[in-house]
DNA sequence: TCGAATTTGTGCGTATGTATC
DNA sequence: GGATACATACGCACAAATTCG
């Protein structure tokens, strides 16, 4: 309220100054990826300063996902990653299969699911995403996914117990869970609900600690949280879930260019 | 590929170990929403550690985006943020007018636009994404969005010059751009090239000092950048652009559902 | 209104742990 | 086993912004 002046954060700092730096030289290729990264020793030679310092801007850049680090081991300049898309088509998946099982397969690995289901009270934010109340009764569903049975994406569900009274548990099989496909759409529709649309919003955050632990990852590193609730047509949600992305894992979207002409829109609420 | 065991974050660090607990009190509500979070003394003193390690924990929940800390001021447990929505529907912008105005309007705020273009030849990465050879000659135009006179959103753009031969630099007013629509749609399809689809990669990463600088905001927080690339109804790619998204905005995808009667599927490539 | 106390952030130097080579 | 290198932790000093008497 009382300045124009919000968070100042003069780049001025040594750590900042130095990641700067050596941010430079990556972009510019003077840093070759899968190139040998300076030592915390060197840095702190090259820019005279302490080693927590030299320490501080390694930091940022690893944050960044542009180096990579291993204690013992030396620091280098991250290859450009073998990214593995995640297609979200502006259709939902086609009955034949899931988008999960299918890039699995293609990848020559086996995937395979674990779901823990408990109903609890929800929560405010979860509670605005499926328009009930704070404290209403929620079922809510944790899904590890397995590749090769490592543990890779992290899901968490919620559906309103008072909507779909539990129905959840009994028909939920391997082919299910959020990123597994539409095995909700189809319940619902054999309960005589019609689905007709999902809204996917696309939160960034760091992984946490008990997530790094679960994923075999490093805690810190940035990931996308997809948070996708399911509609009837009368704008009911019906389910959200978070769908934890991380890397070498991306979302893709693909999405269809209307011709100007064709203005015959079919607004699909908003 | 010696062995089976990658990084493995044992969570027994105190810094980790104090970022979880002080995570679980905010998650689970204990540390309400806009309440004062523990000073670094206080942790200093409940936990019985240094007050660099206090301080390492609280980086760790700030770079989370759980928490709000200001130089001087009582660091406090994040608000649920306001969020924006920036709604990007299945098919793309309808004519009547791009979607970062609409959002702008409805906001009661001013939008506008500042471009730079220059030529320059192709890195690796931008080469893939235009299926064109490392070092072909791009013009990469840089974006800035402001909102209210405030840098807002940062985008870059590179196209082809072989394909569109410059012709960006005439026709490009401030209408235009990768976050403001699809002016690159109505000007290749003047010059008689139907542009037929996109596709969206959502890559998430950290702010880097300058960009943080530049938007006014802080150096580490956790965004997404949408990679945005269109082609041609023969999957040419002619224009990609990197759009960098940060809090409070968010990108939302609205997706249909198709039922799963409706077996006429119109494959759009892959 | 001004100055002092508080609080976060940066930086240094050192010691130690632990994984890699 | 020893040298190297990254990671954690401590303790201290100071800077900068905020808060409050």
Redesign the interface.
């Known amino acids: 309220m009382s300045s124009t002046s919000?968070?100042?954060?003069i780049?001025t700092r040594k750590y900042?100054k130095i990641?700067?730096d050596l941010?430079r030289q990556i972009i510019d290729?003077r840093l070759a990826p899968g190139s040998r990264f300076p030592t915390l020793a060197e840095i702190q030679e090259t820019f005279e300063v302490a080693e927590g310092t030299a320490h501080q801007a390694t930091r940022?850049l690893l944050?960044?996902?542009l180096i990579e680090t291993?204690p013992g081991a030396q620091t280098r300049v991250r290859e450009?990653p073998e990214?593995i898309?995640l297609?979200?088509?502006?259709?939902?998946e086609?009955?034949s299969g899931s988008p999960w099982h299918a890039d699995m397969a293609a990848q020559g690995r086996v995937g395979s699911m674990e779901a823990h289901s408990e109903a609890e009270n929800a929560?405010?934010?979860i509670a605005e995403r499926l328009a009930i109340a704070t404290g209403d009764p929620v079922e809510r569903t944790t899904y590890t996914y397995m590749a090769d049975d490592k543990p890779t994406f992290l899901a968490t569900s919620w559906e309103p117990l008072g909507l779909t009274g539990g129905a959840k548990s009994k028909s939920q099989g391997p082919e299910g869970g959020p990123v597994g496909g539409?095995g909700i759409?189809?319940r619902l529709?054999d309960m005589g609900v019609?689905?007709?649309?999902?809204?996917?919003?696309?939160?960034?955050?760091?992984l946490?600690?008990?997530e790094?632990?679960k994923l075999?990852?490093?805690?810190?590193i940035?990931?996308?949280v997809i948070e996708r609730t399911?509609f009837t047509e009368d704008d009911l949600p019906v389910e959200t879930a978070d769908m934890i992305?991380t890397?070498p894992y991306?979302?893709?979207?693909?999405?269809?260019?209307?011709?100007?002409e064709e203005?015959e829109?079919d607004d699909?609420?908003?």
Chains 1, 2 share one sequence.
């Open positions: 919000e968070v100042r954060p780049a900042t990641a700067d941010r290729g940022v944050n960044e996902g291993k450009r990214v898309r297609v979200r088509s502006w259709y939902l086609p009955p929560l405010p934010a539409y759409v189809r529709r019609s689905v007709t649309h999902a809204v996917e919003e696309i939160v960034p955050r760091t946490t600690g008990p790094a632990q075999g990852l490093r805690a810190g940035a990931i996308v399911y992305i890397p991306r979302p893709r979207f693909e999405i269809p260019v209307r011709a100007e203005d829109l699909m609420g908003a």
